[in-house]
């Protein structure tokens, strides 16, 4: 197993500009989800989803979009980039809401 | 809202030494709390997962005990090797959801 996959690896942005980050798994974790790692400030929950066609916001969703059409896949959609946005974020996914949870290598995003 | 704490926030010693490494939450109503390994630039790898009704686990060398009605957890990692050099991230599970709250880490140095 792959396990957790995420890409790119590392992108630059302009303010403004959009882009998509991939997730994939393939577990077949019906739980999914996004956060952003910021210094000094640990991890924070960006989106999650529990299932196929059903996602929910985290602690900080605003600015990006999310939407899962099938088990493997949870892409996070960035509208319009911002400076604020620059971070590093890890995609992670878990068999049941309670089981141990598997995180993706992660992107880094710097915005100018 | 889960508030998560970690101390020390840094920590070094020279191999040999056993480290704790201690983790402290507000919310005491948690399913599980995990304990992640984060190397520079990597992605976060799960090392042990400790159930609410569980008062220890333990994997090798690294042993994690559960207080959780006074919202504490620490890992102990017994005689202590450079490859042990990482952050060390707590995470309590408060919902069925799989949203995790980070701490913000304790960076452990370990000098041959």
């Known amino acids: 197993n792959a396990g957790v996959t995420q890409t790119p690896k590392f992108q630059v942005l302009k303010t403004g500009q959009s882009m998509t980050l991939q997730c994939a798994q393939d577990?077949?974790?019906?739980?999914m989800s996004w956060y952003r790692q910021d210094p000094g400030m640990g991890l924070r929950l960006i989106h999650y989803?529990?299932?196929?066609?059903?996602?929910d916001q985290g602690e900080v969703p605003n600015g990006y979009n999310v939407s899962r059409s099938t088990t493997e896949d949870f892409p996070l959609r960035l509208l319009s980039a911002a400076p604020s946005q620059t971070s590093v974020y890890f995609c992670?996914?878990?068999?049941?809401?309670?089981?141990?949870?598997?995180f993706g290598p992660g992107t880094r995003l710097l915005v100018l | 809202k889960q508030e998560v704490t970690q101390i020390p926030a840094a920590l070094s010693v020279p191999e040999g030494e056993n480290l704790v490494l201690n983790c402290s939450f507000t919310d005491s109503a948690i399913y599980n709390l995990q304990w992640f390994r984060q190397d520079p630039g990597k992605g976060l790898t799960s090392l042990l997962l400790?159930?609410?009704?569980?008062r220890e686990q333990t994997s090798g060398r690294l042993n994690a005990s559960l207080d959780k009605s006074s919202g504490r957890s620490t890992l102990y990692i017994a005689a202590s090797q450079p490859g042990d050099s990482a952050t060390y991230l707590c995470?309590?599970?408060?919902?069925?959801?799989?949203?995790?709250?980070f701490g913000a880490g304790t960076q452990v140095v370990v000098t041959p």
């Open positions: 992670a996914s878990t068999g049941s809401g309670v089981e141990t949870q598997y």
């Open positions: 995470a309590p599970l408060t919902d069925s959801w799989g949203k995790l709250q």
């Open positions: 577990m077949n974790h019906e739980y």
């Open positions: 400790i159930q609410s009704s569980q």
């Open positions: 989803s529990v299932g196929a066609g059903i996602t």
